[in-house]
């Protein structure tokens, strides 16, 4: 079985412009969560969609977006980029939004902004 | 929110060494992973252990979950073995699909 697979994997935008982000999860996962990793917060959770629906969301700005489509693909849009936008952005799939479930990660888009 | 702490924050090894890392929360929690993130980046799922213990070659965990720490064992370790190992967990039924980081222990192996 396929793993979790996010496009591009590496992009390099100008401060003020948009992007955004693709994440396809594990074949039958309906559940996809956002990670923004930089060094010096961590890993900080973005948001998660279940079944098209935004089921949870973490402390970030109203410009990072998401949303989940009906094959359980999901997208996420950073839109008036910021240089402190610059990070791995990581997607996982689980099973289900249930919380006693594995998740996988996927190989990350490296975003920069200049 | 739960505060999750990973020590030591670095290890140095020599190959063929073991070594523990340890990761402490401050709630109950019903979910917690430890992975190896590789050097692209790319995080690699090791064990999902919310409580007990298991093992899986060279690699072992232990949750015991009502003293809110987990431990990760790393025995016989090889170069390959290095990068930043992370866990995650989740609190119980609040906001059930976000998981909580530590800060990783960054792990050197060398030959």
């Known amino acids: 079985k396929a793993g979790v697979t996010q496009t591009p994997r590496y992009l390099i935008k100008t401060r003020g412009q948009q992007v955004t982000l693709s994440c396809s999860p594990i074949s039958g996962h309906r559940s996809v969560s956002w990670y923004q990793q930089t060094p010096g917060q961590g890993l900080q959770f973005l948001f998660e969609?279940?079944?098209?629906?935004?089921?949870n969301k973490g402390n970030f700005p109203g410009r990072f977006s998401g949303r989940q489509f009906s094959n359980s693909r999901s997208e996420m849009n950073v839109s008036t980029l910021e240089l402190g936008d610059s990070a791995l952005y990581l997607c996982?799939?689980?099973?289900?939004?249930?919380?006693?479930?594995?998740?996988?990660f996927g190989p990350g888009t490296r975003l920069t902004v200049t | 929110g739960i505060q999750v702490e990973q020590s030591p924050p670095d290890l140095i090894l020599q190959e063929g060494a073991n070594s523990t890392l340890r990761c402490n929360f401050s709630?109950?929690?019903?979910?917690l992973q430890w992975f190896h993130q590789n050097p692209w980046g790319q995080l690699i799922n090791l064990f999902y252990i919310p409580s007990g213990t298991k093992q899986n070659g060279r690699l072992s965990a232990t949750t015991v979950a009502t003293e809110r720490y987990s431990l990760l064992y790393i025995s016989s370790s090889q170069t390959t073995d290095s990068g930043v190992y992370f866990c995650?967990?989740?609190?119980?039924?609040?906001?059930?699909?976000?998981?909580?980081f530590g800060d990783g222990t960054t792990l050197t192996v060398k030959p």
């Open positions: 996982a799939s689980r099973i289900t939004d249930a919380e006693a479930y594995e998740q996988y």
């Open positions: 969609y279940f079944s098209e629906t935004q089921r």
């Open positions: 709630d109950s929690v019903n979910n």
């Open positions: 995650a967990v989740k609190v119980r039924s609040t906001n059930a699909g976000k998981s909580t």
